[in-house]
Each structure stands twice: as structure tokens, then as C-alpha cells.
């Protein structure tokens, strides 16, 4: 019976191998089974990181974190290996959130600073600035905007710019803004003026379109105030047209002379001696009117050449309120008498200016000559029981480094279509053989020997020159 | 008694014959057209004076009438324009030349006879010499020493309240003058002033200064003289001229001068040497006469 013993050992030997042998696949199947979800778990992860990074870089550390995953790969099979590698990858990306989030935070901050600094240059402009949408409603402005429009600049958010914009002609700018909305493009520098209570303001206009995803969602608008820089350039052309005109003038006016005291001189002794000539009574009276001529055109070219004059100016430091008071006394109109005249000056004006004083009274003589003949004219005008008092008032005031004398007067007043002529040399509105139109343009090339300007507004009633002086500075 | 001559000469036809039409009343006129033809004559020695414009195609008056000068120094010359007369200060000290006429309009005939009739006399001092027929001598006044000169300019300001356009200028221009007199002129014998500006000053019985105030129907004036005589002709251009093109604006040397010239319509100075200096000055009323203003200087 030794081989049933044998037997007897082998069969549950067998068995016994068998359910080994069966284990171990079962194992084996376990194995490739954890594997198997170890694997489709670290896919999942990947992919969900990718997706992650995609989101928030947008694509753009997708080439850094593959490169992490490469460097150190997961150890296939190994679970705690698979966990820790990922473990500390996912360190590695919280680190790198951490610092993501800190620069946007900086970043931000540095937004908010560069939207207060825009902010600051948009309130700082002296020029009218703001922001309309489609509707042409403010969506924002700066406070020159608000200034120019008289208001709070909480009142303006939401209403038309152009309606709350003061006296700007209606329609005159909305084409351009509808434009600027339409083709994206900018106007620019389109001028305009306005009455406002002091005189005539100008101003500049330029639009520039704020445009999203092709279509223009807001159009910033500028109103820039260029009411000096007109002046100036007014008074600029006004001295290049003198320039020119002085040095054809002074050679126009020599030669004319030598003819002139001939025919005047002639037509004086045909007046003393008559007898000589032959002359009777009505040869006479065309005499005197050939003497009465010469005379005018005479007058004409000396105002021209002291237009043209390029003599320099006696120059010395000068009080100008007694220079002021001195014009007024040399006034010999019939009624001045009549008008009411009166200097006044500023606070903690100091009158001192280098100054021709000659000069200047010539300048101080003609402004009030026209004054006193406006209000006179005025004064003709208004029935007498209207209680018209013809009044000049001279204002001395001070302007940065600059002295102001403002001669105004509440004559006859000069339209608006005439003022810009007034500096033209022989631009007058008087009748011939009053005043030869060189007053004004002769002031004005004294002003320029004074480094100084001279400008008018006319608006109410009230006519003003200005006369501008550098004032003296003390050592 | 034979007419005294004067030759004419000016390119412009309707001015010379203007200008003899007026001189014919008193003198015999012969007009040339231009120098050429004034130095082809052979009497141009003879006349006892020569006028002549300065702009003139050919050889310009200032140098036709130094040739004048120079053949016949005895014959009277005088210059006239319708130019500026401050442009040619300087050319009339280099030519020796110091009479320049300007032609006005109105023609400032009454100036222009008295100019004549003064060079042609020689008697170039007195206001009252260049005053119209209806003028006068309203009143002198003698200073002899420096308190006095301040009153008589108050004085002659009061004098002249009705007619003065700016007594400001007047004050100005006859404080210059009367300093000029009282200060400058008076010279010891190595011709050093004698006397600082603006010192008390007694002046000696010899050095008196005489103020004489004039007026006529188109004009009132002031002659100062001294007796001292010590300003040249040339000084006097030299200073008028420098200051005219601006070198002396930073002294005060002939400023003086160059102001009345500037303030007043006329200057006139007659000079005899180391004898007496006349300083002239008048103002037309409502600046009657528009032109350039002349160059008087006469130097015996």
C-alpha cells in the first residue's frame, strides 16, 4: 500500500498546488487590476491637471507642468510612489498658484495706482474732457468740463455733452462725434467759438473713439479752451503784417513827403500872393482845398512812419499811474468834460514797468480817444432822459508777471464781425479826414517795442482794451 | 540897392519853383535842376547864398555844397529835405554842413525866410529874429547864480501855462539847458568845468546867463545864452548824433541836447565862439507844421 500512500500524498499535493496556482492568478488578476486603475487613476489625474492648467494659464504652462511629469514620472504600480509623486506636484502647482496670485494682486494694485494717476491728469487738464457712449451721454469728465459747463460733475454724469456744453451753437458738433462712432476714426481740432459773459471764448474740438471687438463703444471728446492762444497768434500776424508793411511804408512815405510839401507850397503862395498867380475867388477856394489835402495826407504818412519807425525807445522804469493820469489830462475832445473817468488798481499792485513813457502815453491817448468818442457817440444816441452817464474806467491789475491796464468804456460798443479788423492799419468807422486808421495799429507797435500786448473784447454793452506790461522786477 | 541872390537848386521842379516863387518877394532867384547844372554857372560865386536839396540824381547836395564851400568859401549854403533829417546828422559833420531846411506841409515858409535873411545878414542871435511880424518878447530874465535858475523856470512855466502841450517836456528841456549854461559852459582858462552839476553856484559878474521868452501867432519860445561860447558845432553834431543812433544811452553826455531836440519842435544854436552860446527853442501851437524836424547850428 505504499503507493496508495504515495498516492494518497500526491493528490493533495496536487490540490494543494493547484489552489496555489490558482491564488496566484487570482493575485496575478488583483495585481493588473490595481494596475490597471492605478494607471487610469494617474491618467484622470493628468488629464484633469491639464485641463486645470489649461484654464488658468490659458495654455500657457502647459510645456512647464509636462515638463515636471517627465522629470519625475510615477513609479507604474507602486500606489504610495504614484501618490507621492503626485503629491508633490501638487505642492509644486500650489506654490506656483500662491505666486500666480500674488503677482495679480500686485498687479491689480498697480492698476489701481495707474487709474488714479489717469485719473489725476484727467482732472488736472485745464481742458474740457469726457467720455460719451452711443447715446452721446457722459459716462465720464474731467472737472474743466464740469468748470466750463458751470455744474457738478455729478450732475453731468448721464446727460447729452453737447446740450450741457454753454452756448455751443446746436448741431454744430454732433455730425463729427456721429462720425467718430461710425468710422472709428478721430476729428480732429475742429474750432468753434462761444459768447460767454466775459467776451468770446474759443475753442478747439477733437474727438477719439474708444473702440471693443470692432465697434465703437465710447468716444472721448476734448473741448480745449485756445482763447489766449488765438489772442496771441491774433497779435502775432498782426505784428508780422506791421513788419512788412513798415518797411514799404518808410520808403513810401519819404518820397511821397518831397512831393507833397511842393504842392502844399505851392498852393500857400498862390493863397498869399494872388495877384501873382492871377487868381480869382473861386481859384482860391479849390486853393484852400488843395492845401486842406495836402495837409490830411500828410498827417496819414507821419502816422505811418512812426508805425514804421525803427527808432529805439527811450526806455526807463516808470510809474505808469501818472503816465495813466497825464493821457487823460491831454484829452482835448469837446465833452469830455462830460465823461466820467476814474483809475482804479487792484490790491498790492505795484505799477512799476521799463517802459517808454513818451510812448506809452501815446498808446494810453489813443485807447482813450476812442473811448471818450464812443461813449460821446453813445451819449448822442440815448434820448436824454434815459440817464446815460458816458464812463471810462481804467483797471490796473496784475496777471502772472505782467501788468494789465484795461480801458473800458459802455460806448457804442464794436461788433462782433468788426473787432477782429480793428488792429488793421487803416481799418477806421470813422468819416474820412477823422483819424487816418493808424491809431490802433500804431498802439500795437508800441506794445511790441514793450515786449507787451495789447487786445479788445466788446460784448454788453462794455468795450475793454487791455494793454499787458511786463512789470519791473527788483533786484 | 541891388538884390541880394540866391541860387536854387532842387530836381524836384514843382518844389524849386515854389521855393523861388516865396524867396522872389525879397530876393533875385535863379533855380538849377541838379548840381551839374548849378556848377556849370559861372556866377555861382556870386550868389550870396545857395540852397539845395540832398536827394538829388547825380552828386548829392551835401557834396555839391562843399565844393560850393570850398571855391567860394564867402557864399552862404543851406541844405533842405523831405527826409529825415536825424539820418543825415552824421554826413553834416563830416561835410562841415550844419543848416538843414525840412520841407513841411504845410511849407513852413516864415522859418524858411527867416533862415535865409539871418545867414545871408549874419545875425543869427536874438529870438526875436525868428519871430513872425506879429511876434514879441514877453519877458527876460537874467540868472547869476544857481537858486535863481529854479525860479525862473517855475516862472516861464506859468509864463507859458495857456500854450505849453506838456510842461513836463518844457520843465525837462529847460532844465537841461539852464544846467548846461549854468554848469558846463562856464570853463576856467585849461578848459576844465568849473563848477559840479547840481552845486550851489554863484557865477561871476561875467558869466551871467540871459533867459529872453517869446511868443508869435503860430509858436512861443525861449533863448538862453551864456557868454562863455565854448561849444563847437561839431560837438554839438557829434553828441546830437550819437545819441540819435542810441551809443549814448548809458551817460548823459549831450543828452541834453538830444532831449530838447526830441521835446521841442525847433532847436536852434548860434555860437560865437568863445563869446557867447544862444540855445533856442520853440513850439508850434497845435503842431502846425508836420515833417521832419530842421538842423540849425550856426557857428560865426
Redesign the interface.
Known amino acids: 500500500m505504499a503507493v496508495d500512500r504515495g498516492f494518497l500524498f500526491i493528490v493533495p499535493a496536487i490540490i494543494l498546488l493547484l489552489l496555489l496556482l490558482y491564488r496566484m492568478v487570482w493575485i496575478h488578476r488583483r495585481l493588473a487590476k490595481t494596475r490597471n486603475i492605478a494607471e487610469t487613476l494617474y491618467d484622470a489625474l493628468n488629464t484633469s491637471f491639464k485641463e486645470l492648467f489649461q484654464d488658468l494659464t490659458e495654455g500657457h504652462d502647459l510645456d512647464w507642468t509636462r515638463e515636471i511629469l517627465y522629470e519625475s514620472p510615477p513609479r507604474k504600480g507602486d500606489l504610495d510612489g504614484l501618490i507621492s509623486s503626485f503629491k508633490g506636484l501638487l505642492n509644486r502647482q500650489v506654490s506656483l498658484f500662491q505666486s500666480k496670485n500674488r503677482r495679480i494682486r500686485e498687479l491689480n494694485e498697480r492698476i489701481l495706482v495707474s487709474k488714479k494717476q489717469l485719473e489725476a491728469v484727467f482732472d488736472i487738464l485745464n481742458d474740457g474732457l469726457c467720455i460719451v457712449d452711443s447715446d452721446f451721454r457722459i459716462v465720464r469728465l474731467n472737472r474743466a468740463f464740469a468748470e466750463i459747463c458751470g455744474q457738478e460733475i455729478k450732475n453731468l454724469l448721464g446727460a447729452h455733452s453737447h446740450e450741457v456744453f454753454p452756448g455751443l451753437p446746436k448741431n454744430k458738433l454732433t455730425g463729427p462725434l456721429q462720425k467718430s462712432f461710425e468710422t472709428m476714426e478721430r476729428t480732429s481740432e475742429i474750432k468753434f467759438e462761444i459768447n460767454a459773459p466775459d467776451g468770446k471764448r474759443y475753442f478747439s474740438y477733437t474727438t477719439f473713439p474708444i473702440s471693443k471687438e470692432g465697434r465703437v463703444e465710447y468716444v472721448v471728446e476734448l473741448f480745449r479752451n485756445v482763447t489766449v492762444e488765438k489772442k496771441i497768434s491774433d497779435q502775432l500776424i498782426r505784428s508780422a503784417n506791421l513788419a512788412t508793411i513798415g518797411t514799404m511804408i518808410t520808403g513810401i512815405a ?1 518820397e511821397m ?10 498852393a ?2 498862390m493863397l ?2 494872388p495877384e ?1 498867380f492871377g487868381m480869382n475867388d473861386k481859384g482860391m477856394e479849390r486853393v484852400r482845398d488843395i ?1 486842406e489835402c ?2 490830411r ?3 496819414i ?2 502816422d505811418l512812419l512812426d508805425l514804421s519807425r525803427k ?2 525807445s ?1 526806455f526807463v522804469i516808470t510809474n505808469i499811474v501818472p503816465v495813466i493820469e ?1 493821457s487823460l489830462k ?1 484829452i482835448h475832445l469837446n465833452g469830455f468834460d462830460r465823461i466820467r473817468s476814474r483809475i482804479t488798481m487792484a490790491p498790492e499792485v505795484k505799477p512799476l514797468v521799463n517802459c517808454d513813457p513818451a510812448r506809452l502815453m501815446q498808446v494810453f491817448i489813443n485807447l482813450l480817444t476812442n473811448a471818450s468818442l464812443s461813449v460821446l457817440e453813445k451819449e448822442g444816441r440815448v434820448p436824454r432822459e434815459k440817464d446815460y452817464v458816458p464812463r471810462i474806467d481804467v483797471l490796473l491789475g496784475q496777471d502772472g508777471s505782467y501788468l494789465t491796464v484795461a480801458f473800458t468804456d459802455n460806448g457804442i460798443g464794436i461788433s462782433s464781425d468788426k473787432i477782429s479788423y480793428i488792429f488793421d492799419p487803416f481799418y477806421s468807422t470813422r468819416p474820412p479826414g477823422q483819424g487816418t486808421g493808424l491809431g490802433l495799429s500804431i498802439c500795437s507797435k508800441i506794445m511790441l517795442e514793450h515786449s507787451g500786448r495789447l487786445y479788445a473784447e466788446s460784448a454788453d454793452n462794455k468795450t475793454t482794451f487791455t494793454v499787458e506790461l511786463p512789470l519791473h522786477k527788483p533786484l | 540897392m541891388k538884390k541880394q541872390s540866391i541860387l536854387i537848386v532842387d530836381d ?1 521842379k ?2 524849386r ?3 523861388a ?2 524867396l522872389e ?1 525879397e530876393y533875385q532867384v535863379v533855380t538849377a535842376e541838379n548840381a551839374d547844372e548849378a556848377l556849370k554857372r559861372p556866377d555861382l560865386g556870386c550868389f550870396d547864398l545857395v540852397l539845395s536839396d540832398i536827394n538829388m540824381p547825380g552828386l548829392a547836395g551835401y557834396e555839391f555844397l562843399k565844393r560850393v564851400k570850398v571855391k567860394f568859401p564867402s557864399v552862404k549854403t543851406v541844405l533842405m529835405t ?3 533829417v ?1 539820418d543825415y546828422v552824421r554826413m553834416a559833420k563830416t561835410h562841415g554842413i550844419c543848416n538843414i531846411i525840412s ?5 513852413n ?1 516864415s522859418e524858411l525866410l527867416t533862415m535865409v535873411r539871418s545867414l545871408i545878414r549874419e545875425e543869427v542871435f536874438g529870438i526875436e529874429k525868428y519871430l513872425q511880424a506879429d511876434g514879441k518878447v514877453v519877458r527876460e530874465y537874467v540868472i547869476k547864480d544857481s537858486a535863481e535858475a529854479k525860479g525862473v523856470r517855475e516862472d516861464i512855466l506859468k509864463l507859458f501855462e495857456k500854450e505849453v502841450r ?1 510842461t ?1 517836456e518844457l520843465r525837462l528841456v529847460l532844465d537841461e539847458i539852464v544846467t548846461n549854461a549854468l554848469y558846463h559852459s562856464v570853463k576856467n582858462p585849461e578848459g576844465d568845468e568849473k563848477y559840479r552839476e547840481f552845486s550851489s553856484v554863484q557865477l561871476k559878474p561875467d558869466e551871467y546867463i540871459r533867459i529872453v521868452c517869446a511868443l508869435d501867432s503860430e509858436k512861443y519860445g525861449v533863448s538862453i545864452v551864456d557868454q562863455q561860447g565854448t561849444l563847437t558845432r561839431d560837438m554839438v553834431l557829434y553828441k546830437i548824433d550819437r545819441h ?1 543812433r ?1 551809443e549814448g ?1 548809458l551817460d548823459d553826455d549831450g543828452r541834453g541836447l538830444f532831449m530838447t531836440r526830441v521835446f521841442a519842435d525847433r532847436l536852434i544854436i548860434n555860437i560865437a565862439p568863445k563869446k557867447k552860446t544862444e540855445i533856442i527853442i520853440f513850439n508850434y501851437r497845435d503842431k502846425l507844421y ?2 521832419f524836424k530842421p538842423l540849425y547850428i550856426n557857428e560865426l
Open positions: 519819404h513827403n518831397n512831393p507833397l510839401s511842393g504842392i502844399s507850397g505851392c500857400q503862395n498869399s500872393m501873382v492845401v495836402a495837409n495826407a500828410e498827417t504818412l507821419k527808432k529805439e527811450q497825464k491831454s | 524836384e514843382l518844389v519853383e515854389m521855393i516863387d516865396f518877394q523831405a527826409y529825415n536825424d520841407k513841411t506841409v504845410p511849407f515858409f506838456d513836463g540819435i542810441g544811452v508836420k515833417g
